[in-house]
């Protein structure tokens, strides 16, 4: 399992955006999972879309106690499509879709910032990508006042 907390640097000012897409690219080549620390991780710009076979996985506990992992967003998307977590279904590897998902953790929308998806999944592209076999456990997806998310959870395809 990829620990998140390995792949965010200091100087990315609390931005956990960069982190998680370095964790998505060392978790890519074999399908491994990332674990989120507990506390609120606050991201500033849309992480890239991941492959087929990456669980993230959160530590469960009340993420308004900041005992939990609480997902941060804090940007405007104009794309009521495009997804914060988004699994495209591809894989090096050669698979067609094995395999991800999302648990024990709350994806919460704040600082005014609306749009776009919490969740997205891309059930068949061109080349016949899908993310199968994926799994949604103990998630929350909130927003504050202000704050809205255009779609909750979207399956494309």
């Not at 507990?38 to 710009?45: D, H, N, P």
């Not at 849309?46 to 087929?52: E, F, T």
């Not at 919460?108 to 949604?136: E, F, P, Q």
Request: aromatic content about 10%; charged content about 20%; proline content about 4%.
């Amino acid at each position: 399992m990829i620990d998140l907390v390995q792949y965010h640097d200091p100087s990315d000012n609390h931005d956990w955006t960069l982190a998680f897409d370095r964790a998505v690219s060392a978790a890519t080549p074999k399908g491994e999972s990332i674990r989120f620390p507990a506390g609120w991780l606050t991201f500033k710009s849309r992480p890239k879309p991941m492959g087929c076979g990456i669980t993230l996985v959160g530590e469960s506990g009340i993420t308004s106690a900041k005992l939990g992992t609480c997902c941060v967003v804090e940007y405007q998307e104009n794309d009521p499509e495009a997804g914060f977590f988004t699994w495209d279904g591809s894989d090096p590897r050669g698979y067609k879709g094995t395999g991800g998902g999302i648990c024990y953790m709350s994806l919460y929308r704040i600082g005014g910032a609306s749009g776009g998806t919490s969740i997205k999944l891309v059930c068949v592209d061109d080349a016949r990508h899908r993310a199968g076999w994926w799994s949604l456990s103990n998630v929350a997806v909130l927003a504050e006042d202000g704050s809205a998310w255009d779609k909750v959870f979207l399956a494309d395809g």
